[in-house]
């Protein structure tokens, strides 16, 4: 009975009230994941109120409902990546592509995270895919190319051996 009256509550601030919404998944946020992995009755009420940080603004917690509405038209998956803090995440080699494409990856850093993801598995008919396990059609990038130039090249050869001459024997193109 008790969590049939505080979800729509809960919903109602985090539709009404961003800054007080914030405040309260600062506070009981991982309870509310707790209940995602727990209770399947009400599954889909507690996921509406989930929040975390994303590439869109790192600074700011977003939602899954905010987030497929900025999806790209073609876009069909929800991509988010684990790591242990947002710094470690935004310098993920993994992140390029989605950088580079300007697509958004939701941030999950708390060890709860990765557990309630497969009970979620997908939101408004949005798969809900890690990065390392996305099956992606590479976009093409629009610019070609640029070959380096011959004296950046051999400048760049002779730092590596200058920084390697104790390890290396020779620095080859």
Same mark, same amino acid.
């Given at each position: 009975? @008790?969590? #049939?009256? @505080? ?8 539709? *009404? ?22 209770? %399947? +009755?009400? #599954?889909?009420?507690? +996921?509406?109120?989930? #929040? ?5 603004? *790192? =600074?700011?917690?977003? %939602? @899954? !409902? ?32 989605? #950088? ?12 709860? =995270? !990765? ?25 093409? %990038?629009?610019?070609?190319?640029? !070959?380096?130039?011959? +004296?950046?090249? *051999? ?6 051996? =200058?920084?390697? %001459? ?8």
């Amino acid at each position: 009975y @008790l969590v #049939r009256k @505080l979800l729509p509550e809960f919903q109602s601030w985090a539709d *009404s009230d961003k800054e007080k919404y914030e405040k309260f998944w600062i506070a009981f946020g991982n309870h509310i994941k707790e209940g995602i992995y727990i209770d %399947s +009755t009400n #599954r889909d009420k507690l +996921t509406k109120l989930f #929040r975390c940080h994303s590439s869109h603004n *790192s =600074d700011e917690l977003t %939602s @899954l !409902e905010d987030y497929t509405k900025r999806m790209g038209p073609d876009q069909k998956e929800i991509y988010y990546v684990s790591g242990k803090n947002k710094a470690a995440i935004e310098i993920s080699p993994n992140m390029e592509y989605f #950088r580079e494409n300007k697509i958004e990856v939701l941030y999950f850093y708390d060890e709860i =995270d !990765e557990f309630i993801m497969p009970m979620i598995d997908e939101f408004e008919g949005k798969k809900i895919v890690e990065i390392d396990k996305a099956d992606l059609e590479f976009i093409a %990038s629009k610019e070609p190319k640029k !070959e380096m130039s011959k +004296t950046a090249k *051999s400048k760049l050869l002779r730092y590596f051996k =200058d920084i390697l %001459s104790d390890k290396v024997e020779e620095v080859v193109e």
